[in-house]
């Protein structure tokens, strides 16, 4: 089933258009987080930017069903589990994932990130691994050697093509850590033997624990069988990560790609160096989430190309405040123009045209890689219509072509995750149409200074008032009704 959608292949390395395996059913796989420590900004980048591509996958019809893992057993959680708790580390280690787990559905939720379709642990799935594992054996894919199992890169005839690595380069030393019983400098664990002090499973081979290249190999295909349609995650993960997935499904399936795209979101960087806390430029997304709302930190990840680098500001994110109010309040006036709209007549063909030429633009501009840039830009710019022109030609304009405007911003805001607070609560409008009622009798009788303390009282509510010719429009700045928390 091929879709109007074209994206940058990392596998092929070009643009491609998308032609689904299975019509009307599209699988992906987001490696997800290792929960040692809280997200910073750069995580929830690559999760906002599948969550979009997702929805945007929902809006054209489809069946999305999209997985992203959790490595909750992991050399650093490890360690810090033993800084944590010291001599009861082996018996407490998990509490460190626990905590980290529970914290990320508490930010992709502020986030209004969708649910997954599957949120698989490493934990949970051991024993699938050991299968693996004993099936890469018996292909002679992989050999045991002190207890542990490694993966003999030497079987796979074409490795480094996936990352466009080329495997001198690597055995001269790059990322490749050497450990004792590898036959091969390149050649990875999928099985460590256990080290006093860690978490340890039974197996075939010794006690330990599996490694990480094969957890998401044999945890995606779990849930979405193979070859699936999109494989993703940020761009430090194209190697060795997803070099050495590739490896070993290409051994278990005997395809080149069990995934047929792959999908990678760009660094995020303070101070031009990529957030690290190694380097200790870090913002987490709590925090970040304590000071703007998630719709604003959604549309400021939307700014930049997701395969782009993205420098991180806090004076952009609250550039980005102000512009996502602006798209509000174009919803808010829209909605209280309906509300006194005629049924029909009146000259609204072109607004029609309008509304509907911003949403081509809008879907245009995400089938194009999803160049979220530039169908945010659309969107801005049918706010800015609706801010500058459409109220003055209010009493001109039927329900019609108002709901239609209405229904862009409605599908917009569903693909971008924007507009998740639209509802307001009656008495809050009925209060709000009220005062301004009063404050236009006052004007009326040109007692300006009442009007404007009528004004300051609705600003304090969090309501911004409009006058645009003999009409006052209102709209509720959301960031001063509902802060973020």
């Not at 599209?26 to 997200?39: D, E, F, I, K, N």
């Not at 054209?60 to 650093?76: A, E, H, I, M, S």
């Amino acid at each position: 089933m091929e879709l109007p959608l074209s994206i940058f292949n990392t596998a092929t390395k070009s643009m491609e258009k998308v032609t689904l395996l299975k019509a009307g059913l599209a699988r992906g796989y987001v490696c997800g987080l290792t929960p040692q420590s809280s997200m910073h900004v750069g995580h929830a980048r690559t999760i906002v930017f599948f969550d979009v591509f997702r929805r945007y996958l929902e809006y054209l019809g489809l069946d999305t069903r999209l997985v992203t893992n959790f490595t909750d057993v992991d050399d650093k959680i490890i360690e810090k589990a033993k800084q944590e708790f010291g001599g009861e580390a082996i018996e407490r280690w998990y509490d460190v994932p626990k905590r980290y787990i529970e914290e990320y559905f508490k930010v992709v939720d502020a986030l209004y990130v969708r649910r997954a379709y599957a949120y698989p642990k490493v934990t949970d799935n051991i024993g699938d691994m050991i299968k693996w594992i004993e099936m890469l054996i018996r292909k002679n894919a992989a050999y045991v050697s002190n207890g542990s199992v490694y993966f003999d890169i030497s079987r796979v005839p074409d490795y480094g093509d996936f990352s466009g690595q080329k495997i001198q380069d690597l055995e001269a030393g790059a990322r490749v850590e050497p450990e004792p019983g590898k036959k091969g400098s390149l050649d990875f664990a999928l099985w460590k033997a256990w080290k006093e002090g860690e978490p340890w499973w039974s197996s075939p081979w010794s006690p330990g624990r599996p490694g990480w290249h094969l957890e998401c190999v044999t945890m995606s295909t779990k849930y979405l069988g193979a070859p699936f349609d999109f494989h993703g995650g940020g761009q430090d993960l194209i190697f060795p990560h997803h070099e050495n997935e590739v490896a070993i499904a290409r051994i278990a399936f005997g395809v080149k790609y069990f995934a047929k795209y792959w999908m990678h979101v760009g660094y995020v960087t303070m101070g031009g160096e990529k957030m690290s806390k190694s380097v200790g430029n870090v913002i987490t997304a709590k925090e970040a989430l304590s000071r703007h709302d998630g719709e604003a930190l959604r549309l400021y990840y939307m700014m930049t190309h997701y395969r782009k680098p993205m420098e991180f500001t806090v004076e952009g994110l609250d550039s980005v405040q102000a512009t996502l109010r602006g798209l509000y309040a174009s919803y808010d006036y829209v909605v209280q123009l309906i509300n006194e709209a005629r049924d029909e007549g009146g000259t609204d063909d072109e607004l029609v045209k309008t509304a509907v030429d911003y949403m081509i633009k809008i879907e245009q501009a995400l089938n194009d890689d999803m160049n979220t840039p530039q169908a945010v830009s659309n969107l801005v710019s049918l706010s800015n219509y609706v801010n500058s022109q459409v109220l003055y030609k209010g009493d001109k304009l039927t329900k019609y072509a108002l709901s239609t405007v209405l229904n862009v911003l409605g599908y917009a805001g569903q693909i971008f995750g924007i507009f998740n607070r639209t509802m307001l609560p009656p008495k809050l409008v009925d209060a709000v149409n009220a005062m301004i009622k009063v404050r236009q009798r006052l004007r009326e009788a040109k007692l300006f200074d009442a009007a404007d303390e009528i004004r300051r009282e609705l600003e304090d509510m969090g309501v911004v008032i409009n006058d645009a010719g003999k009409r006052t429009y209102w709209f509720i700045d959301r960031e001063k009704l509902s802060p973020a928390s």
